[in-house]
Every structure is written in C-alpha cells, then in structure tokens.
C-alpha cells in the first residue's frame, strides 16, 4: 500500500544554500570530543528546521536530534546533509520518518564517507595542490601560494556543494520510493548495523585502557592483562568502559561528571600501578 505524501511545506534553493555555506564556514567551528561535528551540523541544519517546523517544540526536537556525536569528511560528506535535509523535508510533510531513523542514516555512512572522502581529499588532492605550489614557490612564482589558497578552497567548495546539492536531490527521491515499497524499514535497519560497526572500530582503535596488574600464582606470573582479558577477548577492556560510559549517559550524568571521574580515576589507577 503507497503512503502519499502531501507536500504543504517546501524548502527552496535559497534555503538549501543557506544551509550548506553555514556548514562550509563553520563545520570545524565547535570542533570537540563530545561531539566532533554534531553542533556545526545542528547549526547547519538550523535554517532549514525554522522553515520546516514552524511550532516551537518540532524545532527544539529538530535541533536536538542533529546535536548527536557526527564526524565526516566535510567535503565529500556533504551528501550526507544534504539526503538528510530530504529526509527533514518529507519529515515535516507527514512522511513516517522518525528521529532514529534519521540519525541511523547519518551514522551508518559517516565512517564510509569519511574513509572515502579522507582518501581523496587529504591523501590526493590537498597533496597534489600544495606540492605543486610548492615547486612554483620554490621559483619566486606568486602562483605558487595563490594555487593553493585559491584553487585548492575552490576545488574544495565544488566537491562540497556537488555533494551536498546531489545528496539533496536524489536524497528526495530515493526517500519517496523508499516510503512507497517499504524499504524504509529495511534501510534504517542496514544503517543501524552499519553504524554500530562503525563505532566498534573506532573503540577498538582509539579506546586505550589496560591494567599493568600481575601477580604470582605459586612460581608462574600472572599478568592480568594479557593472561585474561586478552585471552577472553583483545580490547575487552577498552569496550567495557566505553558500555560503561554509555550507560551512564542513559543515566543522565553529567558529561563534565564522567570526563571528570575518568581523568581521577586514570590518574589514580596509573600512580598505583594498575593500569
């Protein structure tokens, strides 16, 4: 059975732009560990949100539900935005699209457009601009830092706005088919596993926590550390804590709270030895 969507309200190019040069200009803005690009997303999305949820508590939802942890490639990541405004939209017009679904999206291809977009633009195009500014400044040619300054922000503002125009565009229509033949269901589970392995990886690569406790069991030593929690499961510690932390979270404590209590206890576990 097709769900139809009337659409009542309707964003214009104007807005979509507006949109897109907040998140041009400020996407490192409030760069942070909390939640590395999650405000400058919500700041980006703030126009298209006034336009959309004209009632003051769809808007303070709206915000909140883009204020989540958020980390891409600001370029070639665009898209993401951009389907995601799409998905606002069809929102806002009745479409039965929830604020997990959304976020679902925007987890699952985070890490993908970032592998993707990092390898592009940091290991081929920012490289390729500034050595060869590099050998024309070497010469006393002024083209040299111009190059970089100028041509490569250009280059970088055409990937962006390509990316994020293109993930609007087709953002809207491969959302109404999607609500037409029930793939909606099928999308945002596949996005949800896609971003729970996603944050697996970045745990077990960037969540450092072990113990240095050993001790002697008759003649042999035992190191806590590798002789169990390695030999149950490698960076079993690493995702302990980081359940932990999340559990506190569902709990309501404070971010300063937990950041605090790791940092002492951190400090307190490596002046004893144990970890």
């Not at 139809?4 to 897109?20: F, G, M, R, W």
């Amino acid at each position: 059975m097709e769900q139809k969507i009337e659409q009542s309200v309707k964003l214009t190019k104007k807005d979509v732009n507006k949109s897109y040069w907040l998140w041009q200009l400020f996407s490192h803005a409030n760069y942070n560990y909390e939640r590395m690009q999650g405000t400058a997303f919500a700041m980006s999305m703030a126009p298209i949100l006034k336009k959309l949820y004209p009632k003051k508590e769809d808007l303070v939802e709206g915000l909140e539900r883009h204020l989540v942890f958020f980390n891409t490639d600001p370029n070639l990541g665009a898209v993401i935005h951009g389907a995601t405004i799409a998905m606002e939209e069809k929102k806002a017009n009745g479409a039965d699209i929830s604020s997990e679904a959304i976020n679902a999206f925007k987890t699952g291809l985070m890490g993908p457009m970032a592998g993707v977009g990092d390898s592009l633009i940091q290991g081929v195009i920012i490289p390729m601009f500034v050595a060869l500014g590099i050998s024309l400044g070497l010469t006393g040619n002024l083209l040299g830092p111009l190059l970089v300054w100028f041509g490569l922000t250009a280059t970088l503002v055409l990937i962006s706005r390509s990316s994020w125009m293109k993930g609007y565009q087709l953002g809207t229509s491969a959302i109404t088919s999607m609500l037409q033949d029930g793939r909606m269901k099928t999308w945002i589970g596949a996005a949800g596993i896609l971003g729970t392995m996603v944050m697996g990886g970045l745990i077990s690569q960037y969540v450092s926590f072990a113990t240095k406790v050993t001790f002697n069991i008759g003649q042999v030593p035992f190191d806590l550390q590798a002789n169990l929690f390695d030999a149950i499961m490698p960076k079993m510690l690493p995702l302990a804590l980081t359940l932990f932390i999340y559990w506190l979270t569902t709990k309501r404590v404070k971010t300063w709270m937990i950041l605090l209590g790791v940092a002492v206890i951190g400090i307190a576990g490596g002046a004893l030895g144990i970890f």
